[in-house]
């Protein structure tokens, strides 16, 4: 009898054990990927928000997915016909706050990523075949800061133009020997020349390398065609190189004045000829 009772109770305690470690694996899932009922629920919110508000664009939308981070669903809606029309709508709390429309369609958002993205191809291309950096990783970007009111520009689903008028500038992407800045001046100049011969005209360059076998590399930003057909790129690169070592030198010496330390290295510094725009970053 006693036998009996104690494997029920051995039982009954496994069964609790069980059901608790169940119910905490639920709990855990729950708040990382949402449940069938929640995302049901947001499924339906969001399809009849997009029939409501974006009938007349002929969306495909995906299953809403689930984000712990903010408790709440995500879908992204795209057209079947406009490669440009996509964005994301936002369900928690029972209701879809809010979508990305707006700023991504309407605001030109994906017009501009999508033909920074073949601009980019284009760049890539061009310094795989005519510099022989063929794992170059090559990227360009529109000058976000001066788009301003650019609806007379950027239209919706419009062809890539590599002459668009917008700041447009390049980062080179790529492996070197040494990771000099004499290697970096010189792919710069010949970049900027095939660039020319190709008919993309950037009005900033940026170089960065990987790092090396002994673990320098090198990132420099802010070079202008200018700089690069003014003949004194290099020494332009040494200088705002230096430029950057007196900034760390500026921050120490200032947190010395701070404590009434000697000043005489502050105007050692601010006596320095300045580079503009050009910054040099160098990783040993």
Known sequence: MKNSQNNLSVRIIAGVIA????????????AFVGNPISAMMANRAIEQYVNRNYSFLDL??????????TSGYMARAKSKTSMDTKFAIYYSNGKVQRD????????????????????????????????DFEDNRTMVTY???????TQ??????????RNLPLDAEVIININL??????????????????FLNNDCVFNKYGLYTEENNEG????????TPKDIEGGKLLEQLEKALEQDELRKKEI????????????????????????EDISVYIRE
């Open 19 to 30: 059901l608790i470690l169940i119910m905490g694996i639920l709990f855990v899932t729950n």
């Open 60 to 69: 495909e939308v995906e299953n809403a997915i689930y984000n712990f981070k």
């Open 100 to 131: 990305d429309y707006e700023n991504y369609v309407l605001g030109g958002f994906n017009t501009l990523q999508r033909l920074s993205d073949e601009y980019s191809y284009i760049a890539k291309e061009i310094i795989a075949q005519e510099l």
């Open 143 to 149: 000058n976000k800061d001066d788009y301003g009111n």
């Open 152 to 161: 007379d520009i950027i239209k919706l689903d419009m062809k890539f133009d």
């Open 177 to 194: 020997k040494n990771n000099s800045l004499e290697e970096v001046a010189e792919v710069l100049i010949e970049a900027h020349e095939v």
């Open 216 to 223: 320098r590399m090198v990132s420099v930003h802010g070079v």
């Open 252 to 275: 120490k010496e200032r947190e010395k004045v701070e404590n009434r330390e000697d000043v005489k290295n502050m105007e050692e510094i601010k006596d320095k000829e300045v580079v």
